[in-house]
């Protein structure tokens, strides 16, 4: 599975941006998608996830109403919307692809569960 991230870029704190990951195949390969981060000298930071299955979502704290996670099943697309964007949220963005058996994607915030990785967005806010 190949992801291809974009909807990058430099904002204002406060603005708004929103991200997308277009996967190469149908989710047969994997039920959970998410976004992760990660900023100089940081540790990868789960953002985000989203069981494609089913629909539910899952946050990290830190971006709790202020981002929205969704996806397009047709286009084997998944997004990110961010909000009122702070320099905390400064990083490079990455979409992962992965598979939780059970249901749902109960641990989606942590990288061992994705298989599948994309290149990364810039997202800077000053």
């Known amino acids: 599975v190949q992801l291809v991230e974009s909807g990058g870029g430099s904002v204002q704190a406060g603005e708004s941006l929103g991200l997308s990951c277009a996967a190469s195949?149908?989710?047969?390969?994997?039920?959970?998608m998410s976004w992760f981060r990660q900023a100089p000298g940081k540790e990868r930071e789960g953002v985000a996830a989203?069981?494609?299955?089913?629909?539910?979502?899952y946050y990290v704290d830190s971006v709790k109403g202020r981002f929205a996670i969704s996806q397009d099943g047709a286009k084997n697309t998944v997004y990110l919307q961010m909000n009122n964007l702070d320099a905390e949220d400064t990083a490079m963005y990455y979409c992962a692809a992965g598979r939780e058996e059970g249901g749902g994607c109960n641990t989606g915030l942590r990288p061992q569960l994705y298989r599948y990785w994309g290149l990364g967005t810039q997202v800077t806010v000053s």
């Open positions: 195949k149908s989710p047969s390969t994997h039920n959970c």
């Open positions: 989203i069981w494609t299955e089913g629909g539910s979502t």
